[in-house]
């Protein structure tokens, strides 16, 4: 008797059939498909997901291709999965490494959306040329959304080209639990005045729209984009509530439902206390109080003297006690100032919270936060990565690296030419070090110049810049929208990571996730892995997530039914000798599978 583990296996096993001479297998997303990547004998993709979670991969098509295109169906079950979507992966040309661990060359980065997910229009993602012995990448993404039946999910990713079409098997295990639709770490990532009329080429009066759909777009990927305000119209509450309400109290349009602003900063003179009550007063009245922030110096004594952090500190605890002041500084350096005690949201940089042995402050540093977190309950402790994540020299010496060129790898990055894993590791790290937000400078300063040509800036690729300027000149369709990196996902993924292990935690098995957390990543210098060691620690968190409910993995194994697969005869990589459009029925595979164990395959 074959078992129904044995018969899916064996239909995954049947490679994809082509009629167009080129390669199609499949990558996982936590990885960079460079143009030179070699075709590999994966042909087909298994993912597993919580519900309310994203998860994707990648489908490569190696040339030559013509006219590549490619469509998704719904994946079947316990139930059916409709939230799937495809997209183009674009190219950019790094011209000067961001580091000693990165590289000049074409990376993948910007995701051109088939149908986009901001207002679901059709876009030009496809199709799109495939040179001879080239690599491209289609992005595959799934959404499980809330409430659904855990268990094994099927459907199929179909490739096609002038020539013909290939066909990649698809299964998704969907976890029994559920992530919250609004992250459980708080985040502040930029997006200032004046960037989007610059990347989109519009009128600052259509800017707050255009702003709006970036802020749910981030809400889609678990940050905030808090400073969404930033547009001009400083204090004009009618103006707020028109264009952002929705994004904070919950309401606005988003794959996520019900997803909200963990922060919103406050945009005004920072000196008045008036401005900071009438901000307090409209905050408060809406219950939105618990999200207002002041960021009230960012690095001292880089953009405001220590001497004026304490009268910026006053002006918002004048207007309202509860008004939280964030100050990106270090403990050592706010106590020898005498500031610590204005300060609500401290936020060091990565790199000393846990300084590698070489740096200026070796070891963890963790336990020098805690005076500052007893002080009072409304105390945080946040985390940032800055140009320390990548050099910020400039110029980095291939051939004879300085001290200060090797101790720039291995951080958390969220650069272009940084691995997926490493734009990925930020929030297993906030989660070992106990912080409860992120903060990153911005997300769309390239938009100062063409961003699909050129993010080179402060000595990295991708520096303060986490989307694309989607212009319907670029994309298609007829409306203004971001359009997402790679690195942006990663982020996302690194939120959904924070939250299987914050879960795993507040289930009583805190040091079980921190073990796991840090056999991954031994310390935040240290976060060059392989994506598989990532994936296994994340299975190995659902696991213990499902064990603690008294569950297990859901498998494949006990499900009922088997999915059914046409395939196209001929072409490279056929294994299964069916003819042209045959459907792989049960008893079909049945015979198969017997036939292949005569034949010791």
């Known amino acids: 008797m074959i ?27 936590t990885e960079k498909i460079r143009p030179d990547a070699q075709p590999r004998p994966s042909t087909e993709a298994r993912i597993a997901a919580a519900r309310n979670e994203f998860e ?12 590549v295109s490619a469509r998704a169906t719904s994946l079947d079950g316990p139930g059916k999965i409709d939230d799937v979507k495809l997209y183009r992966e674009d190219t950019i040309d790094v011209q000067t490494p961001s580091a000693l661990d990165g590289a000049t060359g074409r990376w993948p980065d910007a995701l051109v959306p088939d149908v986009d997910d901001v207002v679901g229009e059709q876009r030009n993602a496809f199709p799109f040329d495939v040179a001879a012995g080239e690599s491209r990448a289609i992005w595959v993404e799934v959404r499980v959304p809330p409430g659904s039946q855990p268990g094994s999910y099927f459907g199929k990713v179909t490739v096609t080209s002038d020539a013909g079409e290939a066909q990649i098997p698809v299964m998704l295990t969907a976890w029994d639990f559920e992530l919250p639709s609004t992250a459980s770490l708080k985040t502040h990532f930029g997006l200032s005045y004046g960037l989007i009329p610059g990347g989109h080429g519009v ?4 800017d707050a729209a255009i702003r709006a759909r970036y802020a ?10 808090s400073g969404v305000a930033d547009d001009g119209h400083n204090g004009d509450f009618d103006h707020f509530d028109q264009y952002y309400a929705a994004l904070v109290d919950g309401t606005a349009q988003t794959r996520l439902p019900g997803a909200r602003l963990t922060t919103v900063k406050y945009v005004g003179n920072q000196t008045s206390v008036d401005e900071h009550r009438r901000w307090a007063d409209h905050f408060r009245a809406k219950g939105w109080m618990d999200r207002l922030f002041d960021y009230t110096c960012d690095e001292p004594p880089l953009t405001c003297s220590w001497e004026e952090l304490p009268t910026r500190a006053k002006a918002a605890h004048d207007a309202d006690p509860e008004f939280k002041t964030l100050v990106t500084t270090q403990i050592w350096d706010a106590d020898a100032h005498g500031v610590s005690s204005d300060i609500d949201i401290m936020v060091p940089v990565i790199n000393w919270m846990d300084d590698k042995p070489t740096g200026e402050h070796p070891g963890d540093n963790r336990s020098k936060y805690d005076g500052f977190l007893s002080q009072s309950k409304a105390k945080e402790l946040w985390l940032y990565q800055s140009c320390m994540s990548h050099g910020c020299g400039g ?9 200060w ?18 734009n990925r590791a930020m929030e297993w790290i906030s989660f070992l070090e106990g912080a409860t937000g992120e903060l990153y400078w911005e997300t769309a300063f390239a938009f100062t110049h063409d961003a699909w040509s050129n993010q080179w800036d402060f000595s990295g690729n991708g520096d303060g810049t986490l989307f694309y300027p989607g212009r319907p000149d670029r994309i298609g369709g007829s409306t203004q929208i971001p359009v997402a990196s790679i690195r942006l ?31 991954l990543f031994p310390s935040a210098g240290q976060t060059e892995v392989d994506p598989q060691r990532l994936m296994a620690a994340r299975e190995a968190l659902a696991a213990q997530i499902l064990s603690v409910q008294g569950k297990q993995l859901a498998s494949v194994a006990g499900v009922p039914g088997m999915p ?28 198969w599978a017997r036939r292949r164990r005569r034949r010791g395959k």
Not at 3 to 29: G, M, N, Q
Not at 415 to 420: F, K, L, W, Y
Not at 571 to 584: K, N, R, W
């Open 405 to 422: 060129d090797q101790y720039t790898t291995g951080w958390p990055s969220y650069m272009i030419d940084a691995s997926a894993v490493r």
């Open 564 to 591: 059914q697969f046409p395939l196209v005869k001929g072409g490279c990589g056929s294994s299964g000798g069916f003819g042209a459009g045959a459907l792989l029925s049960l008893p079909s595979l049945v015979a």
């Open 203 to 206: 009128s600052p009066e259509d």
């Open 56 to 67: 994707a991969f990648q489908v490569v098509v190696t040339g030559p291709a013509h006219g």
């Open 3 to 29: 078992s129904r583990r044995a018969l899916f296996a064996a239909a995954l096993s049947i490679a994809p059939v082509f009629a167009f001479a080129a390669d199609v297998w499949v990558a996982p997303a």
């Open 395 to 403: 110029t980095v010496n291939m051939g004879s690296p300085s001290e």
């Open 489 to 519: 996902k990663m982020i996302r993924e690194g939120m959904e990571d924070y939250e299987y292990l914050k879960l795993l935690a507040d289930s009583g098995r805190g040091d079980a996730a921190r073990q796991i957390a840090r056999d």
């Open 216 to 225: 749910a777009l981030g809400l889609d990927h678990r940050i905030s984009l």
